[in-house]
């Protein structure tokens, strides 16, 4: 490094905790939320849901709703039949209802829409359709949908003789049984994941505007994902590509929920069609709560072959997946049920099987990935459950028996018992500093002196790595779309330069964090570079932004087009330098001659040539586009450790300390990073303490709204305590960053849940099913027994 | 809200009412004629085109659309317009000056105390209801006073740093506050 180098932090590159760019904006609430669209002329469409979970539409009666002034247009499924939209296709290659036309099959599907002047008119026209409906019995899980008799839910799919979806396994069944037969103890664990909702404070929504003259289609859209919906939108409505463009705004948090195509979009779409005006869809709360992608809803079992000196011979697992009425869920084709078989990969176990079954039941369709690469959410949570459950069987100390366990750091690459690769990792490391960071000996103290005078105090721990930054292109693709992305850069010859990427920030802060990327491959300071996404008119095609791949797949092709990019302005410099290119050195932000460092170009001059000053045969111009595929997925690394006290006498529990030590590989904005983490960790406190959607025994959703689905404010959340120590970077990222968005939602769970059972240690309860409410803990305790949160089935 | 409607040749249109108010807004006097079932939010967001005001779930728990009328924090999903016929209403657009920002923007700037920015405008008209009646607030107070507004993203603990900073800021901007 010459003395003319650039200091990276101040020019705002890689490991600069820079204040965010978006953030200027939305303080001054400025934002430009889809709600803040408005067009001329536009129209509001307002959808009427279904009160029943199941029934047979008899008759729909839409003619007191076109009597009222202001009303433009009322829609109904045999209207939309008559175009073939009424259905579309899943992003799992099922089929889903855009607007009812034979039977509802769950409580808050859409049957019809009004598109009218305005809001509250078009509401009041929504409430003045009369709709016959003849109940069907219901059925709100899996259990029931497999009983003899049940009834069939998607009676209008040709051959479907039951309500089961798929059967899917993995692992290697005949070495698992083999070592299940050598075990010397056998731990068992059955639990439920509740249905969840991502739910982002912003509801979903769309403004459609169609153009007759131009026969253009944009619509504006609360979408994670603008490319995969101009293609879906291109196959449903069978509109030509070129003609659409798809434009996600500000979104006000996604998690998830605004991964998939919803019947909202679809028929704003056909209204701005068929009115040629625009038409604007803004979903409230309890639509949002009742029919957009749900979370999880898995019941799963498993069992660990052990020996007695602590180590894990193998693994089973079942899980029954209640998908809801559509198979809707948005994930990799290949993989049924997600990457639930990225269980145990931090574990060192020679053999797994598992099984698994999705099934229809009188519910919301989803099984979104919130705030998850593809249910590995419920996978590390049972993980980590399960290794708690098991060393207690052996009679083990819960950090022994993980180190025992654990895959050394001198044995990557590493295949994981269901057979990914994982590439690097310290675990133990992490590990230490959670313990020492949690003080873990002087509380087992306390612990024990606490109980001898009734208190319930402890301790759990959860310690994962998980799959994050879909794909490669090899084995992930979602509808046969390979799952690589892109970035577009674009040098002005002044070095100021616009970056658009195939990804879409949900309050991620790509707008800051892509722009130090750029910083760090080419010296221009991040403040001289502007981020647009979202625009699938001028973004390069990409697949989005969940299952934390933003910084894994299009944060890397960000380094990659830099990298071109700097390919060429070398090759300008050697011209401007009058040497050949071999005798040139890059700095940060310049080139030299190697041999006279105080000869030399900076990244700007470079610019200015690309523009001005081109070798003969150069084509000019500075601007190039990069489509990664990564050669895998990056394996972060996460221990997460509760203390927390229980209440015998009210079963209330508080959280006394919480610790993460994350280690994501190398944190391109460390407070950006930090921010993640502790979101994470209050979504894994939310679901562990109070966040859930169920259904009584008749089908109805309880959870509806915020009222009845509880997340936490400040006041309940605890602190969190973040570590950062430990920094195994990414082998194969150019940056050697890995995903962190989901880690601590997706590990954190099981940290508060251990903490409650090992509380509860000694009463004989092995498991509690979450969320842990005050009632279901009392239960426990009280009665010393499990407790199940799985919805109740009518006995009657 | 102004609405023009289709001339279906009957009565029907006749029939809306409409109320007429006189508030203020961010300093500025306004006159609207409403329907009397409008909601503040709807008046604020469509009918003076403030969108700083974010609604997110209509029925009083997240705060997205808190503002201050006559200087309270108010969720305005679920206050009708013409409550605030003669009053006083501040949105987030009335926190900055022509030349500087509120010590609160600043602070959520600065703490990292945002990231989809949705709840931000909410929960900063709600720290400021707190920093008005109590300048030199505990870290207990601020999650106390916010516990009506949710976020999604942030885990809180860099909002609560935000409001504390935005009280030390302000503090020392103006002396013997404490």
Known sequence: MTSKALDEIKIGGLGSSRKRVEDDRFIRGKGNYLDDVTLPGMLHMEILRSPLPHARIKSIDTSKAWEIPGVHLVMTGEMMATRNLA?????SYDTQAVLATDKVRFQGQEVACVIADDPYIAKDACEAIEVDYEPLPVIINPEQAQADGAPIIRDDKDGQASNVIYDWEVGDQAATGRAFAQADVVSKLELHYPRSHPSPIECCG?????????????????????????????????????????VSPDIGGGFGNKVPVYPGYVMSILASILLERPVKWIEDKTGNLISTGFARDVYLKGEMALRRDGKILAVRMHTDADHGAFFSDAQPSKFKIGLMHSAFAAYDIPAAHLTARGVYTNKAPGGVAYRCSFRVTEAMFFQERMIQEAANDLGMDQAAFRRINFVADHDFPHRTPFGFLTDSGQYAKCLDVGLKAIDYDKFREEQKEARKRGRLLGLGISTMTEPLGAGNSREYDILGIKMFDSADLKVHMTGKALLRTGAKSQGQGHETTWAQIVAHELGIPAADVTVEEGDTDTAPFGMGTYASRSTPVAGAAVAMVSRKIRAKARKLAAHLLEVSEEDIEWELGRFYVRSAPGRGVTIQECAMAAYSNMPDGMEPGLENTAYYDPPNLTWPFAVYIATVEVDPVTGVWDVLKMVAVDDCGVRINPMIVEGQIMGGLTEAYAMASMQFITFDADGNCVGSNYMDYLLPSAWETPGFELHSEVVTPCP?????????????????????????????GGTGVRNIDMPLLPDRVWEALTNRHDVSGAPPIRQD | MTAVYDDLGDEATSDIPVRRIRFTINGAKKIAEIEPRLLLSHLIRRGVGLTGTHMGCDTTNCGACTVLVDGKPVKSCTMLAVQVDG???????????????HPLQEGFREEHGLQCGFCTPGMMMAAKGLLDRNPNPTEEDVRWALSGNLCRCTGYQNIVKSVLWAAEKQRARTPGAE
């Open chain 1, 732 to 760: 194969h990222h150019p940056l050697g960053a890995k995903g962190i968005g989901e880690c601590a939602a997706v590990g954190g769970p099981a940290a508060f849940v251990n903490a409650v059972m090992d509380a509860l």
């Open chain 1, 87 to 91: 259905w579309m296709p899943t992003l």
């Open chain 2, 87 to 101: 009053r006083e209403v501040t949105t987030v657009e009335g926190l900055a000056s022509a030349s500087e920002l």
């Open chain 1, 206 to 246: 769309s403004v459609a505007d169609f153009n007759r003259a131009t026969s253009k289609l944009t619509v504006y859209m609360t979408t994670q994902a603008p490319h995969i919906i101009r293609a879906a939108v291109a196959m449903v409505a069978e509109l030509p590509e070129h003609l659409i463009r798809i």
